[in-house]
């Protein structure tokens, strides 16, 4: 057996949904100071355990809705587990919602050295593969611009492009590859193959696209309205998620 890097147990995620309807600022602070708003619980997840070891290229499938991206979040540590735990070992990257998290006041190129720092690469590393992040964004024309000019296909181009300069242990992939145009989801996606191949990286993979998964996964769970029903093989799992799909 290999090393374990990701171990999920038990993992139940509940969020709150509020049933108030439409109310005043007013009423709604009157409420949340007296402790009379009301929820509505609900749970996305519910009692997930698995395992992940490395090198392992694991997808995550499920219907809209199932869970999958609650459960990519809480692996990244970005929410935290309602019941159970999450363990991870090693540097991870999120790519997660990646048109997000720009300022948009800043520059593009103010934001490849800001979202750098958020990944926790020096100024020097981030100047070094510069040129490499903005010949792969095709951006090199709107650097100077502020990103609230950009459309959300440049930001997400810019966004993937920065993750392609890092060099991560466990790899989370939330639907990143299916940003930009179909010239840049080809060049996206052998960049990351690419990436994979070369450098015995962990990954997270989440798609609607069964071509796409079948390329880069050899794992696969299968969630289907948070319950994991199904863990294996990337070819049966899929062929479980498309009889479910074609139900
Ligand atoms: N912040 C939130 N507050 C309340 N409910 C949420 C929140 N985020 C997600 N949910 C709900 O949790 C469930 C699981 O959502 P999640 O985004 O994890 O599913 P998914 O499998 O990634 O779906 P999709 O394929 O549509 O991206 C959904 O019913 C969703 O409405």
Not at 19 to 28: A, M, V
Not at 66 to 75: M, N, P, Q, R
Not at 130 to 145: A, P, Q, R
Not at 212 to 231: P, S, Y
Request: with cysteine; hydrophobic share 40%; net charge positive.
């Amino acid at each position: 057996m290999g090393e374990k890097v990701v171990e999920v147990k038990n993992l139940s995620m509940k969020y709150n949904l509020a049933k108030e309807g439409k109310i005043s600022l007013k009423n709604y602070f009157k409420k949340v100071k007296n402790r009379e708003l009301l929820f509505q619980e609900f749970w996305a997840l519910e009692d997930v355990s698995f395992d992940v070891e490395k090198g392992d290229r694991l997808a995550i499938l499920g219907l809209n809705g199932a869970g999958k991206s609650t459960l990519l979040k809480a692996i990244a540590g970005v929410i935290k587990p309602s019941k159970g735990t999450v363990k991870t070992k090693g540097k991870i990257v999120p790519l997660l919602e990646l048109s997000g998290g720009f300022t948009g006041s800043y520059t593009g190129r103010e934001n490849i050295f800001l979202r750098g720092a958020m990944l926790g690469f020096s100024t020097k590393y981030m100047e070094e593969h510069f040129k490499e992040i903005v010949n792969f964004s095709g951006l090199k024309d709107f650097l100077d611009v502020p990103v609230d000019n950009y459309s959300s296909g440049m930001k997400a181009r810019l966004g993937f492009s920065i993750s392609t300069v890092v060099n991560p242990d466990i790899l989370i992939l939330d639907e990143v590859l299916s940003v930009g145009d179909a010239k840049f989801k080809k060049k996206s996606f052998s960049k990351m193959m690419n990436l994979i191949e070369n450098n015995d990286t962990t990954v997270l993979f989440v798609s609607h696209s069964i071509s796409q998964v079948k390329e880069l996964c050899d794992k696969a769970i299968l969630l289907e309205k948070g319950e994991l029903i199904m863990k294996g093989n990337v070819e049966e799992v899929c062929e479980k998620y498309e009889e479910i799909v074609n139900s």
